[in-house]
């Protein structure tokens, strides 16, 4: 009997990761009945991190209502392992459906710090925060508001939130931050390495997609650099060249600067959360995956870390993705048996979205041809 692992992404827009497996896991089974099949949803620090570790570690989920990244109360999800680990998405409550709707200028990480401060409340010694899926730029300073952080204007008054309030940032005074953060462990999970500032930094590489017009590029990018200098006047050490402190709209250097945190891959965190080291370690095949899987995977994105950890156990490697690029081969000498797509003809982003369940049950349904054909 043939030992399958299923361990992908999620195909962002369309699929879920645990809906990924799900599907693959259907397909599969449809093709040879006999197969062994273990999901194991993974995410690399983005949307879906909690989900994945609360599935695989069967942690508690808690709920705590805080500011959304424009400025509303919603409740935001997290998860809480053995009573002494938290793990955060900053996305639940900074995410891309919470501020898409408001003024980029105007949405703050307020939220993150209240997350952070509802977990030092339970008594954890260390929280995992996921940078990934920010609608924000503000640099982590709204998390740091949150947490007792002061940012002055030129008149020693509170500057507002978001990057807008940036602009008249005079002085930077952490002495008031909750001291319980600094008896804890700091983790931010990002497959972001760019630093803070500049031509790849926060603004100028992420900053669009989230609603910055291209005239406000070098103004941003200036009041996160100043944001930087006045920091460092405070703590003594410029965390802006720091590799990925850019991550989550400079939410990043906020981990680093207020925190005292550290920056680390996200998909490697997670593996060793899920234990995934143990779970393959008697497997025939694992099958990975995400969206797209082009020259971009072999810098850190989830399959190659799942590819590597695999390929160490001598276990072959299946990579699932809704689309390819032409510029893969470089893959299969990093790991990666197989590399397959779950469109066979030519269709739509939105066709592609809408036909997902079914594309990703036929993409199972064809690895479990092929795993029967060569058994």
């Not at 998390?143 to 602009?167: T, V």
């Not at 680390?264 to 497997?283: F, H, P, Q, W, Y």
């Amino acid at each position: 009997m043939e030992k399958i692992v299923i361990a992908t992404d999620s195909f962002k827009g369309s699929a879920s990761s645990q809906e990924v497996a799900d599907d693959l896991q259907r397909g599969l089974m449809v093709a040879n009945a006999g197969l062994q099949i273990k999901k194991v949803p993974l995410a690399d620090g983005g949307e879906g991190t909690v989900t994945a570790v609360f599935g695989a570690t069967k942690g508690q989920l808690m709920t705590t209502k805080v500011t959304g990244s424009a400025g509303s109360q919603i409740d935001a999800e997290w998860g809480l392992i053995d009573n002494q680990t938290a793990v955060i998405e900053m996305a639940a409550a900074a995410g891309y459906t919470q501020g898409q709707k408001t003024d980029v200028t105007l949405r703050s990480t307020y939220g993150v710090g209240e997350l952070i401060e509802a977990a030092l409340d339970h008594g954890v010694n260390k929280i995992f925060l996921g940078l990934g899926g920010s609608s924000t730029n503000d640099g982590g300073v709204g998390m740091a508001q949150a947490l007792g952080g002061h940012f002055y204007d030129r008149k020693g008054h509170e500057i507002s939130r978001g990057i807008g309030g940036l602009k008249d940032l005079e002085k930077v005074d952490l002495s008031q931050t909750d001291q319980r953060i600094h008896s804890v462990q700091v983790v931010g999970l990002s497959d972001v390495m760019n630093p803070l500032v500049g031509k790849s930094g926060a603004t100028a590489i992420f900053g669009p997609q989230k609603g910055v017009q291209k005239a406000q590029i070098a103004a941003f990018d200036a009041r996160l650099q100043r944001l930087a200098r006045l920091t460092a006047d405070s703590i003594g050490q410029d965390f802006s060249s720091v590799s990925g402190a850019g991550a989550a709209g400079g939410l990043g250097f906020g981990v680093l600067a207020f925190l005292n945190g550290r920056l680390t891959s996200g998909i490697d965190e997670i593996m060793k959360l899920v234990n995934l080291k143990a779970l393959i370690r008697d497997a025939d095949w694992v099958i990975t995956g995400e969206g797209r899987i082009d020259s971009q995977t072999l810098s850190g994105k989830l399959p190659m870390g799942v590819a590597k950890l695999a390929h160490s156990a001598k276990v072959r490697v299946i990579a699932v993705a809704g689309s390819l690029a032409t510029d893969i081969q470089p893959l299969y000498d990093q790991g990666f048996d197989l590399i397959v797509s779950t469109t066979t003809r030519p269709v739509t982003v939105p066709e592609a979205i809408h036909q997902a369940p079914q594309l990703i049950q036929q993409t199972g349904f064809r690895i479990g041809k092929l795993i029967q054909l060569i058994h």
